[in-house]
């Protein structure tokens, strides 16, 4: 069976330019980068080794092995990727992956699994093996006629260790992830469901997939479904005929129209009322546009990218949400982690809108105690409650903010700053001591934890934690913690 990429994602191609795929089971889309090894095994495409990706159809029932062996019915020959690394368990349309105890484990919607333990997938998810990007997607007769092979951008400078001055900052290992699959994935006409809590930076991922793609030099037209009237919506989203209703004095183009050669993103989707959900249905499957009042159909050539901070998945079960439409908008789901996850790109991001918020004048500096109370807050509302915060603290400072500049308020918060931080180690700075002995404390506590997870294996903690290895070793030394003498490295 052929090879792979890095990167978590999701389902299979439903997109806008597409006639409606007839589903005939379910695949695995083997994504690879620019450069790789190539692999054979039952039922595996093939490819050139210069970057692509080869599908896998998968059987009703049965059990896979997916590695780097030679046994294995889904044989990746990559470096990351170990000879027994994955057990992919098919059972009539639902699916579990286990970790066969591989070196470099498997994330699963960002996380890494436990050694030897095993989560359900469905189809939209991605699955990463190593440095590879596995995706599961629902097959069709369409697709597998199709050649699966895609050209992937260069990767001029690699993964950035942070991205200052531009419209993002990148640093956490999951963000960094999420980047690089946006960088494989848009270059293929495939719906994006991005998933989220409201100011989590959707927008900006979804203007990354518009810049990536073969789209880019067309329109991203942004509509969040939220700001409408229902009896509006529809009138915005497919445009309407003079006379279609009162008030309709002339003939408009909707959003879809407008959309035209390049990407619509839908903010808010889960938002959509259920009349509208059908119509939408309708426009995904026929790739054409009738306006309200009309009788013409206009053909379209959009790519769709939506978002949502609701469980679509639960509401389609529950019949909250269209199910087929939903996963017709999950080509490839992409959950953004929460800022309070993402804590190294606090900091970084705090510079970049303290830089955008003094211009032209010099950017303020942060002390030690803003940046400590900017790490510590638990940010509810994400990166746009910490741009708020800053835009605030900008215009109060003079030069350096400080403490008293950053209007954090934060009633109910797991963690408010006027409160202590949880300290579980013996020995270590408590509930009385100053803010920086608390941090260090909840430090060291999350690498007993991450040690603990990672059954003494430093690589594995070092990973989960973002940090390099030789970092946690000197973290160890300094906070006095034993290094494992078995299950480490």
């Known amino acids: 069976m052929g090879q792979r990429t890095k990167d978590p994602s999701s389902e299979g191609p439903t997109d806008l330019v597409e006639a409606p795929p007839h589903v005939d089971g379910f695949r ?13 095994g039952a039922g595996a495409g093939t490819n050139e080794g210069a970057g692509g990706a080869f599908e896998v159809a998968l059987p009703e029932t049965g059990t896979l092995l997916v590695g780097r062996g030679e046994e294995c019915a889904v044989q990746i020959a990559d470096a990351s990727v170990s000879r027994r690394h994955a057990e992919l368990t098919c059972a009539a349309g639902s699916f579990r992956i286990r970790d066969c105890e591989s070196r470099n484990g498997i994330f699963v919607r960002g996380r890494r699994l436990d050694p030897a333990a095993s989560v359900e997938i469905g189809p939209g998810e991605a699955i990463e093996l190593g440095r590879i990007t596995v995706l599961l997607q629902r097959r069709s007769a369409q697709a597998s006629q199709r050649s699966p092979k895609v050209t992937l951008p260069p990767d001029d400078a690699g993964p950035q260790s942070a991205v200052l001055g531009g419209a993002y900052v990148v640093c956490d290992p999951a963000m960094v992830r999420l980047h ?49 009237n229902p009896q509006l919506l529809e009138s915005e989203l497919f445009g309407h005929e003079q006379g279609a209703f009162t008030g309709a004095t002339k003939s408009k183009p909707g959003v879809f129209e407008a959309a035209q050669g390049g990407t619509l993103f839908l903010d808010e989707i889960g938002e959509l009322p259920l009349s509208a959900q059908v119509k939408l249905l309708r426009v995904i499957e026929e790739r054409r546009i009738r306006r309200v009042g009309g009788t013409e159909s206009r053909e379209l050539d959009i790519r769709l990218v939506t978002a949502t901070h609701r469980d679509l998945k639960a509401e389609s079960q529950s ?80 030069g350096i903010i400080h403490l008293e500049h950053l209007r ?51 690589s594995r903690a070092a990973e989960s934690l973002g940090m390099p290895r030789r970092t946690l070793v000197d973290k160890l030394r300094r906070y006095n913690i034993p290094r494992p003498r078995s299950g480490g490295d």
Not at 207 to 216: K, L, N
Not at 411 to 438: I, K, N, Y
């Open 28 to 40: 695995l889309l083997v994504l690879l980068p620019a450069a790789g090894g190539a692999g054979s």
């Open 180 to 228: 690089e699959l946006v960088k494989r994935i848009a270059v293929r006409d495939i719906n994006v469901l991005l998933l989220g809590e409201t100011g989590v930076g959707k927008e900006i991922v979804a203007e990354a997939v518009h810049r990536a793609s073969r789209r880019a030099d067309g329109p991203l037209v942004r509509v969040n479904c939220a700001q409408y």
């Open 319 to 398: 019949a909250q949400f269209r199910r087929d439409l939903y996963f017709r908008l999950s080509g490839v789901t992409i959950p953004i982690p929460p800022l309070r996850e993402r804590i190294t790109e606090i900091v970084p991001l705090a510079k970049l809108f303290a830089s955008r918020f003094s211009a032209p004048d010099p950017a303020p500096e942060l002390s030690d105690e803003a940046r400590d109370a900017l790490v510590r807050h638990p940010w509810p509302g994400n990166v746009r409650e910490l741009r708020n915060v800053v835009e605030q603290a900008v215009a109060l400072s003079d």
């Open 408 to 458: 954090l308020e934060a009633p109910g918060d797991p963690m408010p700053l006027s409160a202590p931080l949880p300290v579980h180690a013996p020995g270590v700075a408590g509930a009385g001591t100053p803010l920086r002995g608390q941090m260090q404390s909840l430090e060291r506590q999350r690498i007993v934890d991450a040690l603990e997870r990672a059954h003494g294996n430093q």
